[in-house]
């Protein structure tokens, strides 16, 4: 870390701060912030130290996947074992106990995400990955034990993880091209959704969609190219919903389905290498430079009321690809300043009620590209420290996150003082043209949550955030770019 310098700010600086700077942002709400560590937590061996991890760096509210093959009996027999499904003990929680054990004692929300991979004897082709639909009255009854032994212990419920994508549920598309998975979702959706009230939950939180990026509103072109192998691409998002809402593509109805009941639409918002305001191509697509077709997309579907108005954005898994990913991965460096500005803006649509973390250390990286249905093993570099557990930028800028944006007459900075969850005071460094040291910029003052704002006409090249706990620990984020 550089040396602390002394230097005062000229007094016009000094002016410009008092007018403009201390004032904590601005954004319409505040937001829940998931981290999920799936890999260290459910590892026994590795748990303690994550929750450690997790601690230092201002975590409070946890994403959990429940992996239904992992718990239930004889989850790779053919043939569907004797036992009481919606009986709790009939399961194996061992590994999911402890973690929302802790997170409880540390007064932790916590989102728990039901998924596949299933057991063998649930799926229709009895088949590895075991993911291809999956029997609805299995799952209603697994989701009945589910609710009844973590009740209200967990605090909101997601129905599956990236129902659009083929790793996580099969069929994606019929034979014909047009999607299949969305149908299958809803059926199970429903299923879990009563599996829930019949466990003792008569109003349960929970969050329908946890939906992929990208994908296809039909692979029907691409049958004489690809054969087979079409039909494992992902479902485009907005194509998704609304097949799984019975909309045709001006979201009228379709036949006489029910508003399904929900409170809130999750979705997986990754984005490619390039920074978040990045517009990917495809008017179905979602990643977090274009929110705002989900928030249509939702409000259309509530306009022929196929799932409840208003409903609020939750960005349940999120992630920026690092090297060594040579695919899709930025330098590290980047990645601290990319995950800042997609939390900014997230923050600041006042539609999104969570976002996310993922992951606590990437994935071993190695073997191919591409998806794991597809035989990809290169796996997720959006952790905070590499796989060997030496942290990366990102591990001391998420505590702190820092946004700097070029104005026209000067710079808007913004960040969070995400360990403090209350009020307080930070030091804002920063490095000026010409110059090998950081200066102190000044000090910011935060809203309730730990959010401010900052307008400087200080030429700089780098800037970085510096903040010391009541408990004495300092955190001081890693130099940051102008955006």
Not at 268 to 286: E, F, L, M, R
Request: with cysteine; net charge positive; charged share 15%.
């Amino acid at each position: 870390m550089p040396k602390r310098s002394q230097l005062l700010l000229p007094f016009l600086l000094a002016a410009v701060f008092a007018l403009a700077g201390a004032a904590p942002a601005g954004a319409s709400h505040g937001q829940a912030v998931y981290f999920e560590a799936s890999t260290s937590l459910l590892n026994p061996s590795t748990r303690a130290k994550a929750f450690e991890q997790m601690r230092h760096l201002g975590v409070r509210a946890l994403r959990v996947e429940l992996y239904w093959g992992r718990v239930a009996p004889a989850p790779t027999s053919a043939t569907r074992p004797s036992f009481q499904a919606t009986n709790p003990g009939s399961y194996d929680w061992s590994l999911y106990d402890p973690i929302v054990a802790e997170a409880r004692k540390l007064g932790w929300q916590i989102l728990l995400t039901v998924t596949s991979p299933v057991p063998r004897w649930a799926t229709s082709n009895l088949k590895a990955p075991y993911v291809t639909r999956p029997d609805s009255q299995d799952f209603r009854e697994f989701m009945t034990a589910v609710a009844r032994h973590f009740g209200s212990q967990v605090g909101t419920y997601a129905i599956w993880s990236e129902p659009n994508h083929p790793a996580f549920l099969q069929p994606q598309f019929n034979s014909n091209g047009s999607p299949a998975s969305p149908r299958i979702y809803r059926g199970l959706y429903q299923a879990g959704y009563l599996g829930l009230q019949q466990g003792g939950l008569a109003h349960p939180r929970v969050l329908f969609g946890e939906t992929a990026p990208t994908g296809y509103d039909s692979v029907r072109s691409l049958l004489r190219i690809e054969h087979s192998k079409a039909l494992m691409h992902d479902v485009a998002p907005l194509a998704f919903l609304r097949e799984a809402l019975c909309l045709n593509s001006r979201y009228r109805k379709v036949g006489s389905c029910s508003e399904l009941p929900m409170s809130g639409y999750a979705h997986h918002a990754y984005t490619i290498a390039a920074a978040p305001s990045y517009k990917t191509p495809g008017a179905d697509n979602v990643t977090v430079g274009v929110l705002s077709r989900l928030s249509s997309a939702l409000n259309k579907a509530a306009n022929v009321h196929a799932l409840p108005s208003r409903l609020p954005i939750y960005l349940t898994e999120f992630g920026v690809q690092s090297l060594p990913n040579k695919q899709l991965g930025v330098p590290v460096s980047v990645q601290a300043e990319y995950d800042a500005m997609a939390e900014k803006i997230a923050y600041e649509n006042g539609r999104v009620a969570a976002f996310s973390q993922y992951l606590l250390a990437d994935d071993p990286i190695g073997g191919s590209p591409g998806a794991s249905v597809n035989g990809g093993t290169v796996g997720f570099q959006t952790g905070v420290e590499y796989a060997s557990g030496k942290p990366k930028p990102l591990y001391y800028a998420w505590p702190v996150p820092l946004v700097v944006a070029k104005r026209r007459h000067g710079y808007s900075l913004w960040g969070l003082v995400r360990p403090a969850g209350k009020a307080t005071t930070a030091t804002v460094l920063v490095r000026r043209r010409g110059s090998s040291r950081y200066t102190t910029l000044g000090t910011v003052h935060t809203n309730s949550a730990g959010y401010w704002s900052l307008s400087s006409r200080a030429k700089g090249t780098l800037w970085r955030v510096r903040w010391v706990s009541p408990e004495g620990v300092r955190y001081e984020g890693p130099p940051i770019h102008a955006h």
